[in-house]
């Protein structure tokens, strides 16, 4: 019995999506619930397993095609077994792959190839005729192109279109390209920063934070912390409470423009960006004004973890009502954020850095940190960012205040 494999429904917000990676070749042995290729869209990336137990019988859309919803990329033969023929591949080619392999592998079309061989063989200027191919019916795969390469019997590139030879300077010679097209995640967070940039009448305010008190407060109770909650104290638990603090003072940093209505939200959703493989992704942690510290810090990170693993879903993509983004896990000092559109503002944390500052008249080594607040000024004047970053600082120089609420 032959199985469709067909795209998984894709969200409203999403119109299409690519065929990222196909983790079998036709002819493999699968099993049920196995991976079988990912579908990645503009958002998140969809695991297709198998229904059933038996051989990929069919590719219908290789990698790099852009599919619909429930369109049929792949066949499943249920319950064959690897060796068999299939519907799609001859007997006679199972039967005989070297022959097919000298025969017509010297002449193989590009569409015989999927994407990813291709390119392959194109980065390491390898003739598919060189190399041996162990899928189906002789066909290269992946791996018989890696081990190729591996085996150091790669040979010169062959010109399909005749060029004209250049003399390349001694120095230059060991200089290369590499070309790799974009994801589809990346290509929309580029759209989306070029559409924050010329949509929104962005500026940046910046101020700087002692963090000694939140840092003494970590050292005292960190252990203890753990112990009770299972999960360490970090600074993002306490920026996120400073920060749902100051909304409720600040609604206007709370807004957003829809058309020519300002929509105030009398709920604290914060997206927290994360940086992952594929791209920027901002996850949304709701109802914050709710959660206690330690409930913040097991969110953030059960969110940064689908977000390094690819698990994030939709749901948990969309939404958010102002952004926080930490460049100090990278060593930044100092940033200009971009706004997370249709959000108001967002807030950029930085590296802690021991510097000298005056105090009561005299100098003093403390960790202090530069804040940076973007904002799309048609909606928060001067004097709202202004006051919405001090009293950020105020809060973290002095956590006390966000437990006394005052």
Known sequence: MTIEILVPDLPESVADATV????KQPGDAVTRDEVLVDIETDKVVLEVPAPEDGILEAIIEEDGTTVLSKQLIGKIKAGAVAGEPTADVPAEAEASPNKRNTASLSEES????????????????????????????????????????????????????PVVEAKIEAPLAHRSEKRVPMTRLRKRVAERLLEAKNSTAMLTTFNEVNMKPIMDLRKQYKDIFEE??????????????????????????????????IVYHNFFDVSIAVSTPRGLVTPVLRDCDKLSLAEIEKGIRELAIKGRDGKLTVDELIGGNFTITNGGVFGSLMSTPIINPPQSAILGMHKIADRPMAVDGKVEILPMMYLALSYDHRLVDGRESVGYLVTIKELLEDPTRLLLDV
Do not use: C
């Open 110 to 161: 590009s569409e015989a190839l999927s994407p990813a061989v291709r390119r392959l063989l194109g980065e390491h200027s390898i003739r598919a005729s060189d190399v041996k191919g162990t899928g189906v019916g002789g066909r290269i795969t992946r791996e018989d192109v890696e081990a190729f390469v591996k085996e150091g019997k790669a040979q010169a590139p062959v010109a399909a279109i």
């Open 20 to 23: 990222a990676t196909w983790h």
């Open 228 to 261: 009770r909650h299972g999960i360490r104290l970090g600074f993002m638990s306490f920026y996120v409470k400073a920060v749902v603090e100051a909304l409720k003072r600040y609604p206007e940093v709370n807004a957003s423009i829809d058309g020519d209505d």
